[in-house]
């Protein structure tokens, strides 16, 4: 103990040092209840707000690509859908054309037949009348070069 004290004695300790003491002690509990704890809040809070948002972003990021693949997924599904629908309704169309095609087919073939069956009824007629009259057309013939 004798040679802290003449330590003290050497620095120049006198017994000021206890009131020295106290009022450091009693300046640093109010500036740390001051300002240490507000400072310690504030960078606290902005630590909080930067830094630990990181995960919060990344964890959104991760939620927004899911979202996205989901998003990606469903269009897809729906293009499908879609280009289903198309092919069918146009194999539909497709269908009523030929269904209509056919039936036109049909009534020109048909109408085409009576026609062809009128045409040869007329030139039956006119050649049955034409033989009828062959007979005396000729008749006039031979008495045309005889005389």
Same mark, same amino acid.
């Given at each position: 103990?004798d !040679?802290?004290?003449?330590?003290?004695?050497k @620095?120049g300790v #006198?017994?000021?040092?206890f009131?020295? &003491? $106290?009022?450091f002690?009693v300046? &640093? &509990?109010l500036? +740390?209840? @001051?300002?240490?704890?507000?400072l @310690?809040?504030?960078?606290? =809070?902005?630590?909080?707000? =930067?830094?630990k948002?990181?995960?919060?972003a990344? #964890? +959104?990021m991760?939620?927004?690509?899911k979202?996205?693949r989901?998003? #990606?997924e469903?269009?897809?599904? =729906?293009?499908?859908?879609v280009?289903q629908?198309m092919?069918e309704?146009? *194999?539909?169309? @497709?269908?009523?054309?030929?269904?209509?095609q056919?039936?036109?087919?049909e009534?020109?073939l048909?109408?085409?037949? *009576? +026609? !062809?069956?009128?045409v040869?009824?007329s030139i039956e $007629? *006119?050649k049955?009348e034409i033989?009828?009259? $062959?007979d005396e057309?000729?008749e006039?013939?031979v #008495?045309?070069? =005889?005389?």
């Amino acid at each position: 103990m004798d !040679k802290i004290i003449q330590i003290f004695v050497k @620095l120049g300790v #006198d017994q000021s040092i206890f009131y020295q &003491f $106290a009022i450091f002690a009693v300046i &640093f &509990f109010l500036l +740390k209840i @001051l300002f240490f704890n507000k400072l @310690l809040f504030v960078l606290q =809070t902005r630590e909080s707000k =930067t830094t630990k948002l990181e995960a919060g972003a990344g #964890d +959104k990021m991760k939620e927004a690509d899911k979202l996205s693949r989901e998003f #990606d997924e469903e269009v897809q599904k =729906t293009n499908e859908v879609v280009h289903q629908r198309m092919a069918e309704k146009k *194999s539909n169309a @497709l269908k009523n054309i030929e269904d209509v095609q056919k039936s036109e087919e049909e009534r020109i073939l048909n109408n085409f037949e *009576s +026609k !062809k069956a009128e045409v040869v009824a007329s030139i039956e $007629a *006119s050649k049955s009348e034409i033989l009828s009259k $062959a007979d005396e057309l000729s008749e006039k013939l031979v #008495d045309k070069i =005889t005389n």
